[in-house]
């Protein structure tokens, strides 16, 4: 089964354009876990655009399921994370003018600026994720670092599927997917996904091996406009693992 992982960035964004007490993304939390969340996560940017301090400390000691806490990697948030102690650091690349994440986190031009947060971390007894592309120099720096997972950006994935038509085109889009995650569980790497994974697309990580988890926001928000954040929730969940939506493959 993969674990599904709800983001509630976004409704902290909606709070935050007003300057309200409301909506709550701790209360939206709960809710994702009604609806099956394995986990909830939420990213802390140095810019507090959306996710506040007081969130992450609340959210910590509110679920009843892990929590994932992104994090660029500055010394404000590794010892944010050392405080907190969640179950998971997701370190991720953030720029202040991006709406948001763009890329996976160039691990080999900072790789030397990533071991002593990951050592630091890992003794702290927290599962470390990079946010990565699916290349195998970045997957192959990832282990040499100590992380435990991944997170492959699927950004990409997910936005050249809107111009694939056939079954065909969508495997050649997925195979690189594929592949990354293969090696990286073969290098004892848990493997994680995430970023631009929406109800039209998702269904398509049953094709990925090795996949534990995914990471979902903003379609799971959007979703719960229309039918509540329970019901997003548990819908994408079937989406992701119930082996009726998974999509045909022929003969492949």
Request: net charge negative.
């Amino acid at each position: 089964m993969i674990r599904l992982g709800v983001n509630i960035d976004h409704v902290a964004t909606v709070r935050q354009a007003r300057g309200e007490p409301y909506p709550d993304p701790v209360q939206a939390a709960v809710m994702a876990e009604l609806g099956g969340a394995d986990n909830i996560t939420c990213h802390l940017r140095e810019d507090r655009r959306h996710i506040q301090d007081r969130d992450v400390g609340l959210l910590k000691s509110t679920i009843q399921v892990p929590l994932n806490f992104e994090i660029a990697n500055t010394e404000e948030m590794i010892l944010k994370a050392l405080e907190i102690r969640p179950h998971a650091v997701t370190i991720v690349p953030e720029k202040r003018e991006e709406l948001t994440t763009e890329g996976g986190l160039d691990v080999v031009r900072h790789k030397k600026a990533l071991i002593s947060p990951i050592q630091r971390l890992n003794e702290a007894n927290i599962l470390v994720s990079l946010f990565i592309d699916h290349s195998a120099e970045a997957i192959e720096t990832t282990k040499e670092l100590g992380a435990g997972a991944i997170e492959i950006h699927t950004g990409d994935f997910c936005h050249d599927c809107r111009d694939a038509r056939t079954t065909e085109d969508m495997f050649k889009l997925i195979e690189p997917i594929q592949k990354g995650a293969k090696l990286a569980y073969e290098m004892g790497l848990q493997v994680h996904v995430g970023h631009g994974l929406h109800y039209n697309n998702a269904q398509w990580l049953q094709h990925i091996p090795y996949v534990e988890e995914a990471n979902i926001g903003h379609a799971i928000m959007a979703r719960a406009l229309f039918v509540g954040l329970k019901e997003a929730t548990r819908e994408m969940k079937d989406l992701i693992n119930n082996p009726e939506r998974k999509p045909y493959c022929g003969k492949r």
